[in-house]
C-alpha cells in the first residue's frame, strides 16, 4: 500500500507542480531596456512566459519543443507608463520539452536593429516532489479521496475511480506539441516487402462465444493477410452451442474451396474453458511446433487489407523486437482518435482510417512502448523459444501480456507501437465485461507487485506521447470517416465536417463554440476539427471526438493541408481570429482550406468585427468608439484600423478588407447574433448584404431571477463580467473614483477587472463567478442595479443578457447589442453614449444623479 501511495504521490506532483520565477527586464548591448518579462510559470506540464518587447520576434525554446511570435499584444498599461506604442506584448507557452543536463530553457529575442539575438535562460525550479507544499495538498486530496476510493474497491464502480482521479487533478490533460512533419512522407517512400521464412505466420485466435463476430473476422484474416500463414483457431469450450459446428462448417468449405491450402486453418476444440491465457498457450504451443512467429488475434478484432507485412516488419527488420501493437479504436495508449479511450466506430470506417495509416512515413510510425497489447500483438519467435507461454497466474485474462512483454523485456527485447496499421476493435466480446472488471482490478495488483515501476513508465510514455503526430493524423482520418460513412447512412448534404476557426484567448465567442460542439457530439456524434490562432504557433488543431480532444500545433501551410486531405466534405466556419500574426493571410488560408476538400461551405460569424478591421472592437486610436469604420482618409489615417505584420510593416485598411473580401465573397453565409452587427458588416460589404443572416445566441445556462431589493435599500451597483478596457474598465475605474461620499452608490464587481485600469479600494471586486451564484452574491453585496460599462458594439453580449434575466434593473450605453438588448427590455436603463467626451463621463452623470436611482 506504501508503495501504491509512493507512485501516486509522483504523479501527483508532476501533474500539479508549479513554480513562477520573479520577473526582470530585458536589456540590449549597452544595457538599455528594451522589454522585460513580467511572469515565467513551470508546471508539470508547461512554460508560459509573458511580457513586452520593443524587438522583433520573441521566441521559448524548451529542449525541441518552440513557440514564437511577435510582440503584438495590447499593453495598454506599458504604453501610458512609458509613453511607447502599446502593441509589444508577447504571451508565449510550450509544453515541457526533453533538456540535456546543464540546459535551460531559453527566450530568443530577435532586436528590430538586426543585430544579434538576445539571448535569455530561464533556470529551472528544483524537482517538483522537494516541494512541501505538494504534499500537504496531496494530503488532503487523498483525504477527500477516501469516500470514493472504499467505493471502488467495494464495487468496482467506474465512477469512484473517475471521482478519484478528479479530486487529485489526474485526469489526462492533452498539451499542444509541435506536429512533426516528417510524419508524412517525402517522396514515394514504399514499405519493405516482407517475404520468406522469416516472415512465416501463426495467427492464434481464441474463441469464446462471439458468434456474430466469427464470420467476418475469419473472412478477413483469410482476406487481408498478405504473408504465408496458419490460422489456429481455439475454441475455448464457447458455451454458445452455435460457435463450434459453424467452425468446423467454416473449416471444411475453406478446404473444399481452396484444396491447395487445405490445412492453412486448424481447429483447436477445448473440452472445458481454459480461459483465455489457457486458450492462446494452446495456439502458442502449436506455432512454436510450427516455428513461427506469432499473433495474438482476439475474436473482436477486424484487420484490414495487408496488415500482417505492416504488423511483422519490424521484427523481421530487429530480431530484438519482441512484440508489436498497431493503433486501434479501442486499445488503451495504442488508441486513436482519443488516447486511453475506447471509440465506437461503424463498420468500414476503419478500413478508410488505415488507409491514412498505410500512407504515414515508416520512419515515422513505430515507437518503443512499455508494453504491448494483446487484441493484436506480433511475437517475435525468438522470445518466445525463451518465454514459451502466458502466465497462468493471471487467471483466464487481462494483464498477461504485460506480464510476458515485461519479462521479455528483461531478456532485452523492445516493445514497439505501430501507428502504420489501424485495426478495429470491438471490445469487450472475448470474455465479457462484468469478468474483465474483476479480473482487471485483481490482475493490476500483480501486476504492480512483479514489476513496481511500471505504472510510473507507462504515465511517462503518456506525457511523452511519442506518436501524437501519428496519431493526430488517424483522429483526423477518424473525422474522414465518419463523414464518408454518414454520406452513404444521411446522405450527402448531412456528412460535412466543420472545421472551425477560432483563437486561444477564451472568452464569450469560445465558450459558444465550446458549447455547440458538444451539443452536436452528443446529438449525432459529429467530429469537429477546431484551428486555433494566435498561440506560439501559427495553428494549433484540435480533433473534437465524443471521447475528447486531440490537439497540435504547426506552423507550415501545407502541412496543414495535408493533415486535413482525409476530409472530402468540410465545412469552414470563422469564428474568431483575433491574435493571428499572420492575420492579413488568413481569409486567404481559411479559402484555400475550403476549397482544398471535394465539397465545400463557408460560414462567417461575427463575434467581433475581425473581418471588418484589425481593431476587431471598432475603437480608434484613442480607445472610444465613434461609429462605424469606412475604408476612407480618416481610418486609414488611425493606426488603431491597421495591421503591423511579421515584416513590420502596416496593412492598411483598404488592404486588410482587400484580403478579407474574397474570402467574404465565397461565403455562403454570414451570420450575426444582433441587427447592429448586421448593420456594421452590410456598411464594410454591401455586396454580401444578401447574405447576412441575424441569429441571436440563447444563453448557455440558465439565469436565476434574484429577488428586488427592499424598498430604500442603499443603493449597489454591481458591474457583471471580467471587464476589460473595451468592456469598460477605464470606466468602472473612473467610476468608483467619482462615488465618493455620504449617500453615493456603492459599487461591487461580480468578475475580474483588467490589473491595468484598478479600480480604487473602495469598489470591491468579487473574483471568478458561477452563474447559480447570482442570487447569493446579490443578497451578500446588497445588489440593487447591474451596469454593463462596456465602450464598443458589442456583437451579442452573454452578459448583459444574464443581468436582464436576474430581473433587477440594467444600465448600459446605448450603443451596439447590448443597448439594443437594454432598450428593449422593461428593466432596462440607457445611458446615451456621447459622442465628443469620454463615456465615463455620462455614466458618472448617471449615477451621481439621485434622480436617476433605480426603482
Known sequence: MLRRIASLYRRYAQAHFQAELKGFDIRDEAGRVIGRIDRAVFTGRSLRVAGWALTGKVTLHFGAER???????????????????????????????????????????????????????????????????????????????????????RTKDPAARAKVQSNLGLEFIATAPTFDPSVFPQGNIGRPAQTGAAAQIAIILPVYNAFDLLPEVIDRVIAHTDLPYRLIVIDDCSPDERVRPWLRERLAAHDAAHPEEAGRIELIENEENLGFIGAVNRGLSRAAELGRHAVLLNSDAFVPPGWASRLFAPIVQNDDVATVTPFSNDAEIFSAPALCKQTPILPGMADRIDETAQQLSWQRVQAPVPTGMGFCMAMNRRYLADIPALDTAFGKGYGEEVDWCRKALAKGGEHVALAGLFVEHRGGESFGSATKLALVAKNNALIEKRYPGYDLEVQRWLAADPLRSARMALAVAWAGAWSDQRAEDAGEDDAFIPIYLAHVIGGGAENWLTAKIEAELEETGRPAIVLRVGGGRRWMIDVMSPKGKLSTSLDDMEVLLRLLQPLRRREVIYSCGVGDMHAPQLPGDLLAIARAGEAHRIEVLFHDFYPLSPSYTLLDGNGRFTGAVPAGHEAEADKAHSFRGLSGQPVSLAEWRAAWTPFIDAADRLTCFSEDSATHVAAAYPQAKDKIGVVPHVLLTDVPRVEAPAPGAPRVIGVLGNIGYHKGAKVISSLGDALRGPGAPKLVVIGNVDPAYAPPVQVHVHGDYRIEQLPALVERYGITEWFIPSIWPETFSYTTHEALATGLPVWAFSLGAQGAAVGKAPNGRLIPFPADEPPERAAIAAFADPAEAAA
Open 67 to 153: 513557440a514564437s511570435m511577435l510582440p503584438t499584444l495590447p499593453r495598454r498599461d506599458v504604453a501610458e507608463a512609458r509613453g511607447i506604442p502599446e502593441d509589444v506584448g508577447f504571451d508565449l507557452s510550450t509544453p515541457r520539452g526533453f533538456l540535456q543536463p546543464g540546459h535551460l530553457p531559453v527566450l530568443q529575442v530577435d532586436q528590430s536593429s538586426g543585430a544579434g539575438p538576445i539571448m535569455i535562460g530561464l533556470p529551472m525550479p528544483a524537482s517538483p516532489a522537494s516541494h512541501a507544499r505538494l504534499a500537504g495538498a496531496f494530503a488532503v486530496a487523498a483525504a477527500v479521496s477516501i469516500p470514493p476510493t472504499i467505493r471502488w474497491f
